[in-house]
Structures are given as structure tokens and as C-alpha cells.
């Protein structure tokens, strides 16, 4: 369908709360974004949000060792057994409370989960066909308060659990004759990790104050018994049936005693403090790599520490945050930590031998206000109450610039044409320009008096700048080459909180809480041009691609369409009963009442103009017809009802007679959890009894559409969505009769017509045939089929060839595909450039995209070649100059030797004569 758009990723939130997890080989990180999972791949430089949502948000994530299963579990003990090979949730179970962790068995054949004061060991699925994959094996209990973490043995035989009763305590997975469970105590406050070393039962207890003790076992690890199973009696015995019952009895009996002699014992070896004296940081997490004996702990400074054991020696310590460190994870290989910091929204990656950051990524502190995607599509910028201003790749999802020179929150961010620079409007009083290219801020507009900027726009051209005023209702212009103020527009008697240019003309269209919409010229600067009267508040504002109409929304919940020409109204849409506004946990009102105050704040058109895409302050973002008047498609934001407004009905069993039990705060002192929003009172410390909570209500703040028309982006409280088309899952077919079948595809390029075979595949509409039919066109025969290819089907033909270009390997057969239909269609293309504008940027961001890529691989196998060639050329020399140095050196020793036999001739009369003068001295001194 043409408007199959679906849920493909999440930017602008890399971390909430929770638990991180590393995949099996080390290279990826699933972190928990609200109620979804988010996977950063670190070899690649991509992300990748799953399509799966739990009802709260996710406080728990256990991964398999295979890699395959997935569990996650919510705030209120709902658990989604998750397949991350389909990427679908397969089953929904409930534990009824709270879950502080679960944890897979290293051999993946058992998971145990920690309610309360119990853990509950069940087998894991896919090992045992069952209809219920959360198969229970066995409940234990023993602790008297809440377990807080748990970890296995390196055989799976046997697990440590602490808990905030401040002891631990090792429990038998299966029956052991000389382990039951075994309490280990010596810390003052509740345990926050433990940890068995690789193929030993010795362990480590770490607890909230900071303290670490060392506890030794008197057995090793195949030291554990477990309980034999007798046999049955089976026929041919030479014992009778009473006998070898009473052998046995005696056996088990003997066994018993033995094993009771024998019970299993930890020794405290040491107690260790991380703390240095006078210091008072809590240890929030840990966690402790196995086969390197590497410990990382963090704490609530930020700060985090790595030691080997059991020597303790600390090896690294860093402060990498400002607030606490929710959550520690090291990869299978040891090298790289995960650390994330649910206060400020952090996810950081180290790789702690040579101190350098793998991944740091960091959302908007607050909420997002504004969007905007950049002229190929590639990039959206967004800006948010906490003042920055940050640029996201919607390829990789990554964050790749931060600007924060705004002092307040941002209004509104526009790309300049050329796509070279970003602007932002900020309560400020300041609209500024950041260089794409250089990463800095080169210039900054202001207004003659303070004012805060509501709103931004830029004129096709890249010439004007434009921002409105909500303090005195004016609009700036100022000139985007020089930076000076050129005109001040004034006619508004309220705020102005719309405003938008137009496409392919400087025509500016602004509208203000007066229930006016004035169209202006810029050029002229006579004032405005026209003005439409509207019924109610004006809240939002867009023009057409094509400037000739605007689209408005109002208080009253309408949306208005404008010929701007004629000046004449050309349609309205009641929107207020697709909004499906929901409740909130404090209201005592209806939601059909509650709906009388909510509108639409943020409109776009599509890239075609055909239709309207609308958000505001619901949980939808509707889709509306603008020819039809009609509503096409509703795309629902959120399911997670940790947010505010997405309840159909009021609670009254909350209603009592002393009040709303939604108003109690039931949350005591700091949680971690950025969606509960903290109020703390003056002079009261982070933490302390008297914050307050609230939940924020759900809202969507801005929509925009991707030049390209494949995709869309909305900014919300879960963060910045991303909605695209998937052609994989959609069946769209294009004047399609019966006797078009890939059979007849099939026979048309058996038969070398290969026009034919391409225009039924176009009318097929699907992906594979698409492909196949291109790809058996010879190259020698591309521009005879280019050439025979009616004008119905060229478009289509670049759009495939614009989706092919970014997974195939033929890239220069698609580019001589893209050149060819573009050299003979080209003059026809352009009598209709307006109409297929999204297809040729969608065209251009592929091919900007694949050679980006390309000249990445080029650029990398350039240097090392030449640092091959620079190496080569550096040995060949030093084995020249060594040559050079040994023929030399061969030379010297021949004349050397020439010249010691010479002069031994020559002397060999002299020293007859010597030796015999020698002798007769030696003979007469004799």
C-alpha cells in the first residue's frame, strides 16, 4: 500500500533504565529504551530497535547464551519471552510481582528469576517441548528480604543469590548430598552483587555500602554429589527384591552420613572497602568477568572501578558521568564495559586497556520539541527543552554532533537548502547557525529587545531567516549571508506560534492565537499580502510542496485548507474523535470530556501533497486524505502505561472518600527512572523523603516527512520515532490482471524479452521479481530496454533501482541504469520534476550513501596500501644500505689481507733475523 509505513527505529533515547546486556560474541549492546529494546551494534556502527513493546517499562533483560531468546520483564512483573531472530514476542507470562533479576544458566538449559524473598528456577524454553515455555522446576526460599541478584556456577549446579536482608546465600540447583543451602553473612547493608569464580565455588558478595568480602570453599566445584536414582528391580538379579531394598537403605544411609561429614563450607578469606577514608558513594552496580577476574563496580558520583581479583589491585578507576551508574556489563571477551546512567539518559561503551570510548551516546535530557530532516534525508536534527541541539543519522541512529550554546529550551530547527547548516530558534532570545561541516556556530541572530523565539523558518533560497516573537507578537527577518536584521512584521495581536515558507517561493506564511493566518512577501515587505479569518487559535502551520495551498490547525480541533491564490477555503477536517484522547490516572472526567481541550499543534504534508500528517496531545498521529477529506491511517505512539493519558476509562475503584489514590506517591526517594519526573523542594538533598513524582502525559510535539516520501519522524516522550515502508511485507500490486504470474515473468526472460519481463514485474510490484528481471537484462542490452520502457513504468524503474543500490553489489550495473533511464526520459521527467521530486531524493540518497561508504573502504585500503608501499620501500632500503655496508666490508677484509701478506713477505727476513738476536739472548741469559 502506499501508506504501509511501520515502526523501524528509535533515536534520541539510548537508555532509560534497566539492565545492559552484551550478545554472546561481544559486539552488540541491547539496552532497554522505555518499554522497548534498543540493539547497538558496535562492530557495524548501527542501531536497531526491536518492534516489540511491554505494557510498563522494562526493568529486567536476561539473554540466553545462544543468543536467540530474549526475556524481558516490566515494573510490574510482566514477562515477554522475545525470539531475536524473528524479532516477535512468542509468549506473554506474568510473575504477579515485581522481578529484580533473572539470569540464564551458563549450559542455557535453566533461568532463575528472583521474587521477593524466593527464587524460581524454570527450564528454559525450547529444551523440553511444552505448550508453556515458563515451565517451573523449583521455588526457594530462605531469604528474608528481597533478593536482589543472582548468579550461576560455572557447571550450572549451583547458584548464589544475595539479598537485601545483607546476606547471601548458595543454593543446589538439582539435589546435592552435600549442598542445600549455605547463608553467608558479614555485611551491614543489602547485597547488590555476587559473583562464583570460573570452575570454583569460591565467591565474592558485594553490598550497597561499598564493602566486598572474599569467601573461600573447602570443596571444589566436581566436589558436588548429586543424589543417585536407584534402578528399578529388573529381571535376572541374583538378589531378591527385600534384600536390595535393604542394601540399598544402608547405601543411601551410609551416603548420607558420609556427605554430612563431608558438608560443603565457606571460609570469610577478606573484607575489602572501595571507599577511600572520608569518601561516602553507595555502589550501585557490578559486574565481574569470569575468565579475566575483572571486577567493575560503579558508583552513585559517576564514577567507576576496575580490579582483578582476588589480589584487588585496581587497575583502572574513571569518572564518567555525574549522576549514578544504573547498570555494568562486560562483553564475552573482556575488553569492552557498557555503563548507563538512567539519570542524564547516558550509554557509554569503554574499552578500559586502551582508555578509549566504543560507543557514547547520550539523548535529550528532556523532552523534544522540533525536528528536521535534512535535504537528502540522511540526517534530523532535533532540539529540546534542555537547550542542545543534536544531529542524528538515521542509517546508523547514531548521534554524530551535539551543539549546547542555547541557555534554554529550543524551539524550533530548520536545514538550510544546500543542507550545509542547521538553525535553531531557542527561548533564548537567540536564533543561531551551526556549520555541518566544521561543527561550530558561525553566526547568531538577535532581536533589537530581548524576546523569546516560538517558532523558525528559512525561505527556499537560503537568503532569509525568520522567527517569531510570543512576547510582542512581531516576526524578524534577517539576512542569512550578513546577519543583519532586514525587517520586523508586525500585524499580529497574539503570539504567533506558526510559521512556514514556501517551497519554490519566498512566500511566508505565519499564524497567531488571534485566529488569523496572514501570507506574506518578503521581497516586498509591504506588509501582508493576504489574511485568512479561522474560527479558533491557530497552533500550526504548513504549505503544500507545490506553495499553493496551506494547511492550518486549530484549537477547536479542526484542520483548514487554504488555496492561497484565491484566498479561499477549500476543505475542513473535524479531527477531534480521531484523536482518541485517553484518560489521565487523576481525572474524574470522561475521556469524550477530556478530549473538548485537545488539538492537533504539529502538521505536515506528505511528500506528494496528496496528504496531511497530524500529532498533538494524544497517543495517535493521524493520516488524513486531503482530496478526499477522509482519514486514511491512525499510528498509535506508545503502548507503555508508565506514560500518562493512555487509559480509555476512569479508575473509580481509586476514587475514595479522602481522595484519588493516583495522588499518593507511592515512589520513595530516587528511583532512577527518568519517565517518573522528580519535583525536589528547596534545600532538600537528591533522594530525600519529601520529592515528589509525577508522570508525564503522552504528546507528540512535531511530525515531519522525509524528503524522500519513504519515511516519517515524529518527536514524542518515548523519544524520536521512525516510521518507514517496508516493501518486504506489503503486497501493492500495479494494474494487475490474472494473467500476469512470475511463471509468465519467468517465460518472458527465457525468452530474451527482457522489456516484457520488466513490465510485468512492475505490475506484479514485488521485490524478488523486480530484481530478478533486472538483473538477467545483459549490459550490452540496458539502453535498448531503457529506451523501449514506457513512461508509466520509468518511475517505478527508479525507485527500484533507488532500493537495489543500497543492499546490491552491482553497483555499476544499477548506476548505468540510473544513468541510461535519466539520458532518454529525462526531458519528460522534467515537465513533472514537482511529482517525482521525493523519488529523485530518494535516488540521491542512495547513491550519496553508497559512495560515502565506498570512499570509506577506498580511503582505508589507499592508506594501508601505502603504508605497505612506505614499509616495503623502508626495508628494501635498510637491506640496500645493509648490502651496501657488507660489500664494503668484504672489500676492506680483501685488502686487508693483501696487504698483511705483503708485508709478511717482506718481513720475513727481519724476523728470522729477530727471533735468532731472540734467541741468543734468551740462551745467554739462561
Known amino acids: 500500500m502506499k501508506y504501509a509505513f511501520r515502526f523501524t527505529n528509535l533515536l534520541g533515547t539510548v537508555y532509560r533504565k534497566g539492565d545492559i546486556v552484551f550478545s554472546p560474541d561481544g559486539n552488540r549492546v541491547l539496552s532497554p529504551v522505555g518499554n522497548k529494546v534498543t540493539i547497538f551494534d558496535l562492530k557495524n556502527d548501527k542501531s536497531e530497535t526491536l518492534p516489540i513493546e511491554t505494557r510498563l517499562n522494562i526493568s529486567v533483560i536476561a539473554l540466553s547464551p545462544n543468543g536467540t531468546t530474549l526475556i524481558l520483564v516490566d515494573e510490574a512483573g510482566e514477562a515477554l519471552l522475545c525470539s531475536l531472530i524473528s524479532r516477535r514476542a512468542i509468549r506473554r507470562y506474568h510473575f504477579h510481582k515485581p522481578v529484580h533479576s533473572v539470569k540464564f544458566s551458563p549450559d542455557g538449559r535453566r533461568f532463575a528469576v528472583t521474587i521477593d524473598n524466593s527464587i524460581m528456577v524454570y527450564y528454559a524454553p525450547g529444551q523440553t517441548v511444552e505448550y508453556n515455555p515458563f515451565t517451573l522446576q523449583r521455588r526457594y526460599y530462605g531469604a528474608y528480604g528481597k533478593t536482589t541478584y ?180 562486560i562483553n564475552s571477551t573482556g575488553d569492552w564495559i557498557a555503563f548507563g546512567c538512567s539519570g542524564l539518559g547516558q550509554l557509554l561503551v569503554w574499552e578500559w586497556q586502551s582508555e578509549t570510548y566504543i560507543l557514547k551516546q547520550q539523548g535529550h535530557y528532556n523532552d523534544m520539541n522540533c525536528l528536521a530532516f535534512s535535504p537528502d534525508g540522511q540526517n534530523i536534527a532535533t532540539g529540546g527543552d534542555d537547550g542542545k541541539v543534536k544531529v542524528w543519522s538515521t542509517s546508523s541512529g547514531f548521534c554524530f554532533v551535539t551543539f549546547s550554546e542555547h541557555s534554554s529550551s529550543v524551539t524550533g530547527v530548520q536545514y538550510t537548502p544546500n543542507g550545509r547548516a542547521v538553525l535553531s530558534a531557542s527561548h533564548d532570545g537567540t536564533v543561531r547557525a551551526f556549520d555541518l561541516m566544521r561543527y561550530r556556530n558561525f553566526r547568531t541572530f538577535t532581536s533589537p529587545r530581548p524576546t523569546q523565539f516560538s517558532s523558525l523558518a528559512v525561505d527556499h533560497s537560503g537568503e532569509f531567516v525568520t522567527a517569531s516573537s510570543q512576547d510582542n507578537f512581531e516576526i524578524y527577518v534577517w539576512s542569512m549571508q550578513t546577519g543583519r536584521l532586514l525587517e520586523i512584521l508586525g500585524g499580529h495581536e497574539a503570539p504567533v506560534f506558526g510559521l512556514d515558507f514556501g517551497h519554490t517561493k519566498s512566500v511566508l506564511a505565519t499564524g497567531s492565537w488571534d485566529k488569523t493566518v496572514k501570507i506574506w512577501d518578503v521581497f516586498e515587505c509591504k506588509g501582508s499580502k493576504e489574511t485568512f479569518i479561522l474560527p479558533s487559535d491557530v497552533l500550526c502551520i504548513a504549505f503544500r510542496p507545490d506553495d499553493r495551498q496551506v494547511a492550518v490547525g486549530c484549537l477547536n480541533a479542526q484542520l483548514t485548507f487554504w488555496d492561497v491564490e484565491s484566498s479561499n477555503q477549500v476543505g475542513c477536517i473535524d479531527c477531534r474523535h480521531d484523536m482518541d484522547i485517553g484518560v489521565r490516572k487523576t481525572d474524574k472526567i470522561s475521556a469524550k470530556t477530556a478530549s473538548k481541550g485537545k488539538a492537533f499543534v504539529t502538521l505536515c504534508y506528505t511528500a506528494d501533497g496528496e496528504s496531511v500528517l497530524a500529532g498533538g496531545m494524544s497517543r495517535n498521529i493521524c493520516l488524513y486524505s486531503v482530496k478526499q477529506k477522509l482519514l486514511l491511517k491512525k499510528f498509535q505512539i506508545t503502548h507503555n502505561e508508565s506514560l500518562d493519558g493512555l487509559q480509555d476509562f476512569v479508575k473509580w475503584r481509586k476514587m475514595t472518600e479522602f481522595g484519588n489514590l493516583a495522588l499518593i506517591d507511592t515512589d520513595v526517594g530516587d528511583t532512577g527512572d527518568r519517565t517518573k519526573k522528580t519535583i525536589d523542594l528547596p534545600g532538600v538533598r537528591k533522594g530525600d523523603m519529601s520529592s515528589r513524582h509525577y508522570k508525564p502525559e503522552v504528546r507528540v510535539t512535531a511530525v515531519k516527512f522525509s524528503p524522500t516520501g519513504r519515511s516519517w519522524a515524529a518527536t514524542t516522550n518515548e523519544g524520536l520515532l521512525i516510521y518507514s515502508m517496508d516493501q518486504n511485507l506489503t503486497f501493492d500490486p500495479f494494474e494487475l490482471d490474472l494473467d500476469i504470474t512470475p511463471v509468465k515473468v519467468k517465460e518472458a526472460m527465457d525468452s530474451e524479452e527482457y522489456c516484457t519481463a520488466l513490465m510485468y514485474a512492475f505490475r506484479m510490484n514485488e521485490e524478488k521479481i523486480i530484481t530478478q528481471a533486472m538483473e538477467v537484462v545483459p549490459f550490452s542490452h540496458v539502453e535498448l530496454v531503457c529506451h523501449s520502457l514506457p513512461q508509466v513504468y520509468v518511475e517505478k524503474c527508479l525507485s527500484s533501482i533507488a532500493s537495489l543500490i543500497d543492499n546490491s553489489t552491482h553497483l555499476e550495473f544499477y548506476m548505468h541504469w540510473a544513468r541510461t533511464l535519466l539520458m532518454f526520459h529525462g526531458p519528460a521527467l522534467k515537465t513533472r520534476s514537482s511529482s517525482i521530486r521525493p523519488l529523485l531524493t530518494h535516488l540521491q540518497k542512495s547513491i550519496t550513501r553508497k559512495s560515502e561508504d565506498l570512499g570509506k573502504i577506498c580511503d582505508a585500503n589507499r592508506y594501508a596500501a601505502q603504508y605497505i608501499v612506505s614499509l616495503a620501500e623502508q626495508i628494501s632500503c635498510t637491506k640496500g644500505k645493509k648490502r651496501k655496508h657488507a660489500e664494503n666490508n668484504e672489500n676492506i677484509t680483501k685488502d686487508d689481507k693483501n696487504e698483511s701478506a705483503t708485508d709478511d713477505i717482506e718481513s720475513s727476513d727481519d724476523d728470522d733475523l729477530l727471533l735468532g738476536d731472540a734467541g741468543f739472548v734468551f740462551s745467554s741469559e739462561e
Open 150 to 329: 543472582i548468579d550461576w556456577s560455572s557447571d550450572s549446579r549451583a547458584f548464589v543469590a544475595g539479598s537485601a536482608d545483607t546476606t547471601a546465600r548458595v543454593y543446589a540447583a538439582s539435589q546435592m548430598l552435600n549442598l542445600v543451602i549455605v547463608s553467608l553473612s558479614g555485611h551491614k547493608e543489602e547485597i547488590v552483587g555476587c559473583f562464583f569464580e570460573k570452575d570454583s565455588l569460591n565467591l565474592y558478595t558485594l553490598s550497597r555500602d561499598a564493602a566486598l568480602i572474599v569467601w573461600q570453599c573447602n570443596t571444589p566445584l566436581d566436589g558436588l554429589k548429586e543424589k543417585v536414582d536407584f534402578q528399578e528391580h529388573q529381571p535376572g538379579h541374583e538378589e531378591d527384591d527385600d534384600d536390595a531394598k535393604q542394601r540399598k537403605e544402608k547405601e543411601s544411609q551410609d551416603e548420607r552420613e558420609k556427605s554430612l561429614r563431608q558438608r560443603i563450607g565457606f571460609k570469610k578469606g577478606a573484607k575489602l572497602f572501595f571507599n577511600k577514608s572520608g569518601d561516602f558513594n553507595n555502589l550501585t552496580s557490578c559486574d565481574f568477568h569470569k575468565k579475566s577476574r575483572i571486577l567493575v563496580t560503579g558508583f552513585t558520583n559517576g564514577s567507576f572501578h576496575i580490579h582483578e581479583m582476588p589480589e584487588f589491585n585496581l587497575i583502572h578507576s574513571l569518572s564518567i558521568s555525574e549522576q549514578s551508574i544504573r547498570s555494568v556489563c
